[in-house]
């Protein structure tokens, strides 16, 4: 988590101060796209697997996932939220929809996506849960055959609702990585060791990647990245596990960014939107200075504040999260 949020952190940062297409930042540019966003929602899939062999009420399955996610996402996005309504002059339904999540569902474009689908996917995890893990069908089969049907419904939705999907294409083709982190969360929960099939599919999965990122075709493309990440996630893990045993201070750095993942997700994001909306009253510098001033901010902004935040909302939330 910890290699993913800084790509993530780092790919904004390099759209937003207008550097992605600097030589300099060439360097950079490969490490933001290791694991991103597909693959949070490809972990977020194996740990509620795990998860859920713990304790599978689904009352508490539920309280916890709102106390863990949804509630600290509220508190963290009001005071922005509030900010960026009075800023950019969107209407109480406009704000109250980002509140709740619910924005990106019905507009799309919001820069909270992830969230969205996550909140989405929490809830249908038990039920995505008893169709994969139950019956006498191998979960394998059943995972290919919804991860098939999502990308078919994509594909309709692409066909016939082709400004729909534009909007809502940030997150709708990588919501089957969740599918596909359940059944990995199965086999490494069940200590199955890796065979020779597992070798042979991690290869072909390595050649459709690469077909599938020649492509130009506007559908194959977001498709082609989540393959692409299921080639490159496995290599960051075992380098990973290799390198552990060094005890470096690298992995200690990533450890923290992978502890405060979550906040520094939201508040990087919020930040520096609450920023770009204050431009109207700084419009006497460069719009791209600006840019680049904001994106810096909203990183240190982020980077300074989110353990503080976290410790504040598990101390405000400590009873409910035992």
Excluded at 64 to 83: E, G, N
Excluded at 155 to 162: L, M, N, Q, V
Aim: with cysteine; aromatic share 18%; net charge positive.
């Amino acid at each position: 988590m910890g290699i993913g949020i800084l790509g993530v952190m780092l790919a904004h940062y390099l759209s937003w101060a207008k550097t992605a297409s600097i030589i300099p930042t060439a360097f950079f540019r490969p490490f933001t796209g290791l694991v991103f966003t597909e693959g949070f929602l490809l972990v977020s899939g194996l740990g509620l697997y795990y998860s859920w062999q713990k304790n599978s009420s689904i009352k508490s399955f539920y309280k916890k996932r709102i106390y863990r996610l949804f509630i600290p996402y509220m508190l963290i996005s009001f005071a922005f939220i509030a900010y960026s309504a009075i800023t950019s002059n969107s209407s109480l339904l406009d704000s109250t929809l980002r509140l709740l999540t619910l924005k990106f569902w019905i507009f799309g474009n919001d820069s909270m996506w992830y969230i969205s689908v996550s909140l989405a996917l929490y809830l249908a995890f038990p039920f995505i849960y008893r169709f994969l893990f139950s019956g006498k069908m191998y979960p394998q089969v059943k995972c290919l055959a919804l991860i098939t049907l999502w990308i078919s419904i994509c594909y309709a939705i692409h066909i016939f609702f082709a400004d729909y999907y534009k909007s809502v294409e940030l997150g709708f083709p990588k919501i089957w990585m969740f599918f596909l982190g359940m059944l990995l969360g199965k086999f490494a929960y069940s200590n199955t060791k890796t065979s020779k099939t597992h070798i042979a599919l991690f290869c072909c999965i390595s050649v459709m990647a690469v077909l599938s990122n020649l492509s130009d075709n506007d559908f194959i493309k977001p498709f082609a990245d989540c393959l692409l990440r299921l080639v490159t996630i496995p290599i960051v893990c075992i380098l990973f596990n290799i390198t552990q045993k060094w005890n470096s201070i690298a992995h200690k750095i990533l450890g923290w960014f992978g502890k405060y993942s979550l906040e520094l997700y939201i508040i990087h994001l919020l930040a520096y939107e609450s920023i770009k909306f204050s431009y109207q009253f700084f419009s006497s510098i460069p719009y791209t200075s600006y840019s680049r001033i904001g994106a810096t901010i909203s990183i240190i902004a982020a980077v300074s504040t989110c353990s503080f935040v976290h410790n504040g909302i598990n101390r405000l939330l400590k009873r409910q999260l035992v």
